[in-house]
């Protein structure tokens, strides 16, 4: 994956940077229930899975944000043209290995070659990551639960690749289908407007899905 460095002399966010990076918990997480009924219904149709649906859609939001593509290193910040996406896969044992998936193509063409990955992680069955696992969002997800927030582990300081983590949609009293959403990520490379705009870019990816 390709990136570049940040010039941090012309960095217009060096103050916040410097200052979260500073703190124990400088990461910040928010939960949103977003409307899946059109995602739901083009997968119920279609008999493709919503669980890899949605995956695509929310990397491509988070791609569409250029500070999720952000990371910290060396004290700088480097920045990737995209983000592969790092998932849970259960096992028959009752535990689970890693999945990445890279989000560089067409829905139509993206379906199979992540179906086909996904089945040779569980043959695999590792929790080793890929080798390039800086430029990674960390995605999950509860499907057995409908939660209002969720607190993720993180392994600390500059460590900074984003997570997004959805749970069980559910009909709300309109009978839309709702569902939670998290996005967390590290404070020192984004504010609150960023983490509004991925929510607004996954509304569009859902429905480019939904529609195409």
């Not at 996005?183 to 990816?205: C, I, R, S, W």
């Amino acid at each position: 994956m390709n990136y570049r460095t940040i010039d941090m002399s012309t960095y217009p966010r060096r103050a916040h940077f410097d200052y979260f990076r500073s703190l124990q918990n400088p990461m910040l997480g928010v939960t949103v229930d977003v409307d899946v009924t059109a995602l739901q219904g083009f997968c119920k149709d279609r008999g493709c899975s919503f669980y890899l649906a949605f995956m695509h859609a929310a990397a491509l939001a988070a791609d569409g944000v250029p500070e999720l593509r952000r990371r910290i290193r060396d004290g700088g910040i480097v920045e990737y043209d995209a983000c592969g996406t790092s998932h849970v896969e259960p096992l028959d044992d009752g535990t689970y290995c890693y999945c990445t998936l890279y989000h560089d193509r067409a829905w139509d063409e993206w379906l199979p070659y992540a179906e086909a990955a996904r089945a040779a992680c569980r043959e695999q069955g590792s929790i080793e990551e890929d080798d390039d696992v800086e430029g990674l969002y960390f995605v999950t997800s509860l499907p057995w639960l409908r939660y209002s927030q969720l607190i993720q582990p993180t392994a600390g300081g500059d460590e900074s690749n984003p997570r997004i983590s959805w749970g069980r949609f559910e009909p709300d009293w309109r009978g839309r289908l709702m569902m939670p959403v998290t996005l967390l990520a590290h404070h020192a490379l984004l504010d609150g407007l960023q983490v509004v705009q991925f929510y607004k870019n996954l509304e569009t990816e859902m429905a480019a899905i939904a529609e195409g």
